[in-house]
């Protein structure tokens, strides 16, 4: 029924930049804050990125502020993450969630209602 699906994951060198996507059935997508988590071999799913139905409002990982972006073009149901300066430790499979709210971002995995299953990436040195 409900289908989120992320593209762009792969392999690069620490320093390079990298944008994942997540494309979403739900409509009308704007009514949806949508977020990026992610998960490494081992460890518990940690909060990445958060960003409000209509793109107003945006929250962060205080250790990823500034080098990670999320945004939204809600013409395409389509919510981004851009990696930028990208290091090792930033490997893991990267997991778009979504729930209907109209104007704040979610910061907490429990927050979110829906999920897809994830896209890999990978940060070589």
């Known amino acids: 029924q409900v289908q989120l699906i992320e593209s762009g994951g792969g392999s690069v060198q620490a320093g390079a930049s990298l944008r994942v996507s997540c494309t979403s059935s739900?409509?009308?997508?704007?009514?949806?804050?949508m977020g990026w988590f992610r998960q490494a071999p081992g460890k518990e799913r940690e909060f990445v990125a958060g960003i409000s139905g209509k793109g107003v409002h945006t929250s962060y990982q205080d250790d990823l502020k500034g080098r990670f972006t999320i945004s939204r073009e809600n013409a395409k149901s389509t919510v981004y993450l851009q990696m930028s300066s990208l290091k090792p430790e930033d490997t893991a499979v990267y997991y778009c969630?979504?729930?209907?709210?109209?104007?704040?971002?979610?910061?907490?995995?429990?927050?979110?209602?829906?999920w897809g299953q994830g896209t890999q990436v990978t940060v070589s040195s």
């Open positions: 739900l409509r009308p997508f704007g009514n949806y804050a």
């Open positions: 969630a979504a729930k209907q709210a109209f104007n704040r971002a979610i910061t907490t995995r429990e927050g979110y209602d829906y």
